[in-house]
């Protein structure tokens, strides 16, 4: 394959005791990619000799708890221009496509990171597509390598696409989580010791206890990467905001309405929808704020009450009607433009609006219908 490829593609992974997952990994990515890298950090099951079995090139590494210390290793026993980066829990979805995308690549001088479409496993083990998959940057060129002790990022940033290679990862299910649990927080609070005005690490730990339904312990650390990333003395030449700058918005106010903080859920809300104008996720979220509050001042306020709850359906509508963003995804288990339309199905229901309920109860079931394929 690499004799017909202008630029081959290495597979470097970093792998410790994934015994259990590691074949579906290189049962995937056999025959699309010209050398296949591992650096094992340790492993006391078979995951060595299951790698050498696939013909993998095994290397070794003693863990320093630095990610981005054990990738950049496997990095540099790549010999090959392209760098794809896989976890051992994470496999191609489509190899016919990934096919197609991998030629391609091949044939593109490696001047850019490729970012992958990642798709969670749903509770009954199957993909779920019911959420936009996450891009994440994984194809790398010879000269970027990887920064940070744990939630790495290729550095230094330079042009990021995405290149369409559909993966799957079920290192989010319960017991994928036991495992790793505390791991990811230990490391992430040692990183903060050496650099505590680091608004990503804060807002890593969050996700560390978000993802765990750990609202309360989140919204600590969620506020901390906040006021960071919102400085009081911003003027008009404060910096662009990072695309995981919206992450950190969206589950604020998640956090904020679990904990029945609605009023500074809203305000959070008010604030971000001119930064975000375009994500149908934040408009979702801003309008469960605003329905809860109007909820709970039915009976103190009802005049605001009826504002919040028209503000609301005019919130849901934007959402239903924007459309879904990739560049949007991470924070929402499913589109925001669905969970929107069922919103609005709601209200326009009990409203006797028959004819705007149907309009998007067609919205939900077009969506369905495109998933399904049909």
């Given at each position: 394959?690499s004799?017909?490829?202008?630029?081959?593609?290495?597979?470097?992974?970093?792998?410790?005791?994934?015994?259990r997952?590691?074949?579906?990994?290189?049962?995937?990515v056999?025959?699309?990619v010209?050398?296949?890298?591992?650096?094992?950090?340790?492993?006391?099951?078979?995951?060595?000799?299951?790698?050498?079995?696939?013909?993998?090139?095994?290397?070794?590494?003693?863990?320093?708890?630095?990610?981005?210390a054990?990738?950049?290793?496997?990095?540099?026993?790549?010999?090959?221009?392209?760098?794809?980066?896989?976890?051992?829990?994470?496999?191609?979805?489509?190899?016919?496509?990934?096919?197609?995308?991998?030629?391609?690549?091949?044939?593109?001088?490696?001047?850019?990171?490729?970012?992958?479409?990642?798709?969670?496993?749903?509770p009954?083990?199957?993909l779920d597509?019911?959420a936009?998959?996450q891009?994440?940057?994984?194809?790398?060129?010879?000269?970027?390598?990887?920064?940070g002790?744990?939630?790495?990022?290729p550095?230094?940033?330079?042009?990021?696409?995405?290149i369409?290679?559909?993966?799957?990862?079920?290192?989010?299910?319960?017991?994928?989580?036991?495992?790793?649990e505390?791991?990811?927080?230990?490391?992430?609070?040692?990183?903060?010791?050496?650099?505590?005005g680091?608004?990503?690490?804060?807002?890593?730990?969050?996700?560390?206890?978000?993802?765990?339904?750990?609202?309360?312990?989140?919204l600590?650390?969620?506020?901390?990467?906040?006021?960071?990333?919102?400085?009081?003395?911003?003027?008009?030449?404060?910096?662009?905001?990072?695309?995981?700058?919206?992450?950190?918005?969206?589950?604020?106010?998640?956090?904020?309405?679990?904990?029945?903080?609605?009023?500074?859920?809203?305000?959070?809300?008010?604030?971000?929808a001119?930064?975000?104008?375009?994500?149908?996720?934040?408009?979702?979220?801003?309008?469960?704020?605003?329905?809860?509050?109007?909820?709970?001042?039915?009976?103190s306020?009802?005049?605001?009450?009826?504002?919040?709850?028209?503000?609301?359906?005019?919130?849901?509508?934007?959402?239903?009607?924007?459309?879904?963003r990739?560049?949007?995804?991470?924070?929402?288990?499913?589109?925001?433009?669905?969970?929107?339309?069922?919103?609005?199905?709601?209200d326009?229901?009990?409203?006797?609006?028959?004819?705007e309920?149907?309009?998007?109860?067609?919205l939900?079931?077009?969506?369905?219908?495109?998933?399904a394929?049909?």
């Amino acid at each position: 394959m690499s004799a017909r490829r202008r630029f081959p593609i290495s597979l470097t992974m970093i792998v410790r005791d994934e015994a259990r997952v590691l074949a579906r990994c290189l049962d995937s990515v056999t025959g699309l990619v010209d050398e296949i890298v591992i650096v094992d950090t340790g492993s006391v099951d078979d995951t060595v000799a299951i790698a050498t079995s696939y013909g993998a090139k095994v290397h070794h590494f003693d863990w320093v708890d630095d990610f981005a210390a054990a990738r950049n290793h496997a990095l540099s026993h790549a010999t090959h221009p392209w760098r794809l980066v896989l976890d051992a829990d994470e496999w191609i979805v489509d190899r016919e496509q990934a096919s197609r995308v991998l030629a391609d690549i091949g044939e593109r001088k490696p001047a850019f990171v490729g970012s992958i479409d990642m798709f969670q496993v749903g509770p009954d083990g199957s993909l779920d597509d019911s959420a936009l998959p996450q891009p994440l940057p994984r194809l790398l060129p010879p000269h970027v390598t990887f920064e940070g002790r744990v939630h790495e990022q290729p550095r230094p940033n330079i042009d990021t696409f995405l290149i369409g290679l559909l993966v799957g990862h079920d290192g989010y299910r319960d017991e994928a989580k036991a495992r790793k649990e505390g791991r990811n927080a230990d490391l992430l609070i040692a990183a903060l010791e050496e650099d505590p005005g680091n608004a990503y690490l804060w807002y890593q730990l969050a996700a560390e206890f978000f993802v765990r339904g750990m609202q309360s312990e989140a919204l600590v650390y969620l506020t901390q990467a906040y006021n960071l990333l919102h400085p009081a003395e911003a003027g008009p030449d404060a910096p662009l905001q990072a695309p995981w700058w919206h992450r950190v918005s969206m589950r604020l106010i998640l956090a904020l309405i679990d904990q029945d903080r609605l009023e500074e859920a809203v305000q959070v809300g008010e604030l971000e929808a001119s930064a975000w104008p375009e994500s149908s996720d934040l408009f979702y979220v801003f309008g469960l704020a605003a329905r809860r509050l109007a909820l709970s001042l039915r009976a103190s306020d009802p005049a605001r009450a009826e504002d919040l709850a028209l503000a609301a359906t005019g919130l849901w509508t934007r959402a239903a009607e924007l459309g879904d963003r990739q560049e949007f995804s991470g924070a929402l288990t499913a589109r925001a433009t669905v969970l929107a339309a069922q919103r609005l199905v709601e209200d326009y229901e009990m409203l006797g609006n028959t004819a705007e309920a149907d309009r998007y109860r067609r919205l939900v079931a077009g969506e369905q219908i495109r998933k399904a394929g049909v």
